[in-house]
């Protein structure tokens, strides 16, 4: 969470970021204000691992974001010790080199929720446990994505419901808040639009060539299927292929 709330923050600069995340280390040892810190700095500097002197010394964010308020209200947690070998753990991942330059990479805050939220919204049109040719699963995905960005432009909301969901989590049922669009404006237009193109007798013929990369192959393997006959010859019990063996080998049994 912090993580995250680092990469939506930071604006794309990297060294805010950077900053931003490391500040974790000040919060979880009670230290809420670090920019004149000597102590800890130094602390830190004994601390630090890799070829780059992570974390910096702090330049563009001095103090923890959340109000004083807060503060005192979390002094009765069991905040952790410079000296403490679970900080030093911590410590030793948050500001490893190798990972701090991945971190850089968030700078920009790119995830890929609508992308899973329009997959999921494709599942309600197309399940996975039946089967569709090219044409219909190409319009149908056009149909999904036309809702989809519905959803996103649509700023009006007919309501929400609470839905009890268990969590693998928390190991626990929680309650959680679904919200409801508007998904039938979009839907009769489509269907009035329809209707007038029957009225004209207008038929139009789905081109699915410019949504398909390369031809669709019949099989998976590439092997094209031999005949009956073929197969009915190379069929053959255990006890023929047996007595095969043996006359290919010349044995015999006496009578």
Same mark, same amino acid.
């Given at each position: ?9 930071? !604006? ?6 950077? /900053?931003? *995340? =490391? &500040?974790?280390?000040?919060?979880? %040892? ?77 700078? !920009? ?6 992308? /899973?939220? *329009? =997959? &999921?919204?494709?599942?309600?049109? %197309? ?129």
């Amino acid at each position: 969470r912090y993580f995250w709330w680092s990469c939506r923050e930071c !604006k794309g600069n990297v060294d805010l970021l950077i /900053e931003m *995340f =490391h &500040s974790c280390l000040f919060h979880i %040892l009670d230290i809420h204000n670090w920019g004149r810190r000597r102590k800890i700095h130094s602390q830190f500097g004994e601390l630090r691992v890799g070829s780059r002197p992570y974390p910096t010394r702090p330049v563009l964010m001095k103090q923890c974001y959340h109000t004083q308020h807060c503060h005192r209200e979390g002094r009765e947690i069991p905040w952790f010790n410079v000296e403490d070998e679970d900080f030093k753990a911590v410590f030793k991942i948050i500001t490893g080199t190798k990972f701090t330059n991945d971190v850089k990479k968030c700078s !920009k805050f790119i995830h890929t929720g609508k992308l /899973e939220s *329009f =997959h &999921s919204l494709k599942l309600s049109y %197309l399940p996975k446990s039946t089967g569709f040719t090219m044409a219909t699963t190409v319009i149908l995905t056009m149909l999904a994505a036309i809702q989809n960005n519905t959803y996103l432009k649509s700023k009006s909301k007919l309501g929400s419901y609470i839905i009890r969901q268990w969590s693998r989590a928390n190991k626990e049922y929680l309650i959680k808040e679904r919200t409801v669009y508007d998904d039938t404006t979009f839907k009769k237009e489509i269907l009035q639009k329809t209707f007038l193109n029957l009225s004209r007798k207008e038929v139009y013929h789905l081109n699915i060539s410019p949504y398909v990369r390369k031809p669709i192959p019949k099989t998976f393997h590439g092997k094209s299927a031999p005949s009956r006959e073929e197969l009915q010859a190379k069929k053959q019990s255990r006890l023929t292929q047996s007595q095969k063996n043996m006359n290919n080998n010349n044995i015999s049994f006496p009578l």
